[in-house]
């Protein structure tokens, strides 16, 4: 099977070069399927009948006793891009800061070169270009109820990762992203005047007492072996200066590595904030907006992937690296099927700049790697 990496990278960077110019948001990417659709069928490659923007293909293998799905995200951010690059995003307040033009440039290149090797390619191969990945309710999430895993054997997908050095390639074999749940409390107690606080129940000192209880569950409840995490990242409460209000809010997030972990920081913040609020004399209220569980690889899988690229890339590239507490939406599909997300390392002077920041950029460099891995998950699955 001949990989012409120069060409297929090419062909790559120009694709993500025109999709960074013209991104879209979450399901609303409807252009962007549009290209995907006609590069497929340009192809003849096969595309099943799943609802746009979503582009799903299927390849048939000469063997086709299994199946693996490769997936790529297609949306974008609501971010105002800045910088000085010559394929900047033309859509104002819209812009890929995140990498996925990336991923669906190399997931093309990838479709180009199945098409030129389909008689000697062994197992199916399903290529899933998915809409809404940064958004709540999951893209993935969508697709997996409408069954696009139900004939799947295994699944593997890429993020190109600035926090790991260029060169690189990794994962871990095990939980490797955290979930991502927010919440929402809402404490009502009884307002007041600021000069006479002993004839109101105070739900901003309220407040102050939960915010401190709930560091308590990382540091006393959970075992310190299991990462975990509550962030409040806004108060709301009261108008004015000298008058104590009625309620308060407290918004934040959850991340947590496994299932366990999400559901005991959920009990106890429940627990604590009804304890509390009841101690003075208010009520307290726990909202939970449920987003993407964590990202667990299957070890089977990830230690595939590890042996491929310490075979075809020397075992200087490969990094068993952190997990991060960071969310990707992959985590639905591994809930589901065996396979391995996996980071391709950017960082360096062209991608100093983290993920979701106005300045973010690509390292174009590490195209022809992340190429040739997913060729090579192709060439060695059994």
């Not at 879209?24 to 290209?35: I, K, R």
């Not at 993935?140 to 050095?165: K, M, P, R, T, Y």
């Not at 040739?372 to 060439?379: A, E, G, T, V």
């Amino acid at each position: 099977m001949e990989i012409n990496l120069q060409y297929l990278a090419k062909q790559a960077i120009e694709d993500r070069r025109y999709l960074h110019q013209y991104p879209e948001l979450s399901g609303q990417e409807f252009e962007t399927s549009q290209f995907i659709r006609k590069r497929l069928e340009d192809l003849q490659l096969e595309i099943l009948a799943y609802d746009s923007p979503n582009v799903i293909a299927m390849i048939q293998g000469t063997k086709g006793t299994k199946t693996i799905a490769l997936r790529a995200d297609i949306d974008a951010l609501p971010i105002v891009e800045e910088g000085d690059k010559p394929y900047i995003s033309q859509k104002p307040g819209v812009a890929h800061m995140c990498g996925h033009d990336g991923h669906t440039a190399i997931l093309l290149a990838v479709a180009e070169w199945i098409a030129m090797n389909k008689e000697e390619i062994e197992p199916n191969i399903m290529l899933i270009f998915q809409s809404a990945e940064e958004i709540t309710p999951s893209g993935a999430d969508f697709l997996i109820q409408n069954g696009v895993l139900e004939d799947v054997d295994a699944i593997f997908g890429i993020h190109l990762w600035q926090g790991l050095e260029k060169g690189k390639i990794g994962l871990t074999h095990g939980s490797m992203m955290a979930s991502v749940d927010d919440f929402e409390i809402e404490i009502q107690g009884h307002g007041g005047h600021g000069s006479m606080p002993h004839e109101t129940i105070d739900p901003i000192y309220i407040a102050s007492h939960l915010m401190q209880a709930f560091q308590s569950i990382i540091s006393r409840t959970i075992n310190p072996i299991d990462a975990g995490v509550i962030t409040v990242g806004n108060i709301q409460a009261g108008t004015t200066y000298n008058i104590i209000p009625d309620t308060a809010k407290l918004i934040g997030t959850i991340r947590a590595l496994t299932p366990e972990t999400v559901a005991t920081i959920q009990t106890k913040m429940v627990s604590l904030t009804e304890g509390i609020c009841r101690s003075f004399g208010a009520e307290g209220k726990v909202d939970f907006i449920i987003g993407t569980p964590p990202l667990i690889n299957d070890p089977r899988q990830s230690r595939f992937v590890e042996s491929i690229v310490c075979e075809e890339f020397g075992k200087d590239v490969f990094e068993l690296v952190d997990p991060v507490m960071g969310g990707e939406d992959f985590s639905y599909y591994l809930k589901h099927k065996p396979g391995a997300f996996i980071f391709v390392g950017i960082g360096g002077e062209k991608s100093q700049y983290p993920h979701h920041h106005p300045r973010f950029d690509l390292d174009e460099d590490v195209f022809p790697d992340a190429i040739k891995l997913f060729i090579d998950i192709i060439r060695k699955y059994k």
